[in-house]
C-alpha cells in the first residue's frame, strides 16, 4: 500500500570547512520516508548517518539541496519557526539518551510539553501516560541515573513520543544496550509507537536489529549505496 | 515559561554540591562588601553624632573645620552679628572641648564637653533622669548614658566628680539617638561653665548654631557670613564635610573602598568560575533542549533565572550573615561601629547583579554558541 510522503529528500549535500580541508559528510541524496514506515539508515562508523539524520530534523542546516517534511520546506523556515517544527513535528531518541539527572524521570519525560507551555501538572500527567506505554510507569518519580540503561532508553522514547510528533528520529538506538534488550526495545517501537500517522527513522549500524525495519538505506562516503526491503 | 524557569531552578537546585559552591562564593561577597560598608557607615554615623544630636539646621565655624572634634573658635562677635543678619531666627554659641575627669580609683578619662546656649539650652539632650533645668545648678552637667558611660565609673543623679581640677554634679542622665566616634563619655553644661572649666585660646566660641526664618533665607545668610570670613553650613553640609573628611582625608575611605573592590573580585571570581563550570556541565544537555526545540532566548531565560535565583537567595544569606554578626559584635563591644544602611544594602545588591550579569554572559555565550548537532555527534 502507497503510504503519504512523510520527508522527502533531494540533492542533499553537507560539507564541513572549505578548500583542501573540506570533506563532504552528506553528498547528493536523495530518498523519500513515508508514514507508517520505519526506516534504517545503515553504514560503516563516518558514512554520514548522524549527519543525514541531523539534515533531516531541523538541526544542521545543508550545504545544498532541500527537506521536506510533511510537504514543508523545512530550511526555508525562520530559526524560530524551525525550532517550532523540532519541538511539534519530530521527536528525538539520542544516542546517549541526553536525560537531564537532575530532574526524575517523568519531569524528564514531559519536556517537550514544558517547552511547548503545557501547564506543569497536565504535562507530567501526560508524560506518566507515556512512561505507562513504555513500561515504566512505577519509575516515574525517580532520577534517571537509577535505571538500568534499557530503561533509560525507553524514558528518551518516553520524551520523544509525549507530544505526538509525526517524526522520530532514533541516533543509534541500540549502541549502548546489550543485543537482547536492543531486539526488544526497537520491536517495541516497531509494535506500539510506529503508526499510520508516523515515520520512524532509525540510524544505526547493528545489523541484529535489520529485520524490524520497513526499508534500510545503506550508506558509504555520505551517499547512499543501496537500498533494500528485507521483509520484501 | 514559567515551566521552563522550574526546570532551570530544578537544574540547578538539585545540583546541591554546584549551587552550594555558587551561593558559597556570592554569600561570602555579600557579606564582605556589606560588612565594609555598614562599618563606614557606622563609624561616619557616630563621627556626625554631635551635628544629628544637637539638630541645628545652620553651623557657622571656621572655614577649615572639617568636623565636630577639630572646632577653631571664633571671637564671640560672630554670634551677636549671625544673630543681627537678616533672615536669622536666632542664634547662639556651642561649645565643644575636651576635658579630663579624676576617677575615684585615681586615674583620668578624657571627656567630651558640649556646652549648651545659656538662655535657650537649645540643642539640649532628652534625659533619662533628672531635670533639664538643673543645668544652672551650680557645677551641673548631664551625663550621657551610652556605650561610654561605664568609663566614668556610671555617675548617678547627685554624684559629684572632678573635671579638669573643679567640681562638677551630676544632674541628669541623657540618651543620644548616636554616640561619638572616639569612645568618649559626653558631659553636657551650659555655655559659661563649659568655657570656665575647658582651657582655651583667646576665643572660645566653637560654633553658632543658627536656625533660618524660612529655606528661602539660607542662601543670603551663608553669603553674609562667608562675608564675615566663616562658613554657614546646613546640618546636611556639615555632615557632608565631615563625611569627606573621613573619606578622602583620613585613608579611610579609600581603604573600605579598596576592600569593597576586594570583595567584589573574590565574589565574582568564586561564582562567575562557579557558574561557568555550572554551565559547562550542563553544556551537552543544554544541546539537547535546544535540540528538542528550545528557543535560544528561552535558553537565556534558564540561564538568566538560574544567575538570579542565586544572587537573590546568596543576597539575603549575605545580608542576614552580616546583620547576625554585627549584632553579635555589639552585643560584645557595644560601641561597635557599624551599621547597615538602605545605601549599603543597595550598593552590595547592585554588586551582586554585577556579578551574576557578568557570570551569566558568559555562560550564555556558550550555550548560545552550542549546535544541537553535537549532540547528534556525541
Redesign the interface.
Known sequence: MAEASAIRVEGLRKWFGEGPTRVNAVADVSFEARFREMLFVVGPSGSGK??L??LISG??RPSAGKVWVEGRDIWSES??RL??????T?G?V???Y?L?P??TTA?NAA??L??R????NE?LAQARRQLEVVGLASRADVPPGKLSGGEQQRVAIARAIVGAPDILVF?EPTASLDGETGHRIVGFVKRQILNEHRCIVIVTHDNRIYDFADRILHMEDGRIVGEERPRA | MLGILRIAFKLLINDRGRFVTLLTGITFAVFLMVQMTSMFAGILRKAAATVTNTGAPIWVMDPAVNNVASSIPMPDYVRDVVSSLPGVEFAVPFFSGAGLVHLHDGTYQPVMILGLDDTTLFGRPRLAKGRIEDLYAEYGYAVVEDEEYGKLERPDVGTDFELNDERGHVVGLAKLPASGLFGLPTLYTTYSRAIQAVPSMRFTLSFVLARACSPADVPSIKKAVAGLGYVARTQEEFIATITRFYTWHTGLGTNILIMTAISFLVGLSISGQAFYSFTLENLEKFGALKAIGTKGRELVYMILAQAGLTALVGYGLGVGLCAGLIALAKLRVPDYASVVTYGNLALAFGMVVVISGLASVVAVRRVLRIEPFDVFRG
Do not use: G, M, N
Open positions: 548522524t549527519t539524520l541531523s538541526i544542521l530559526p524560530d525550532a517550532d517544527f523540532r519541538l511539534r519530530v528525538f539520542f544516542q546517549d541526553h537531564f537532575k530532574l519531569e519536556l517537550p514544558i517547552i507551555r503545557v501547564p506543569w504535562a541516533d
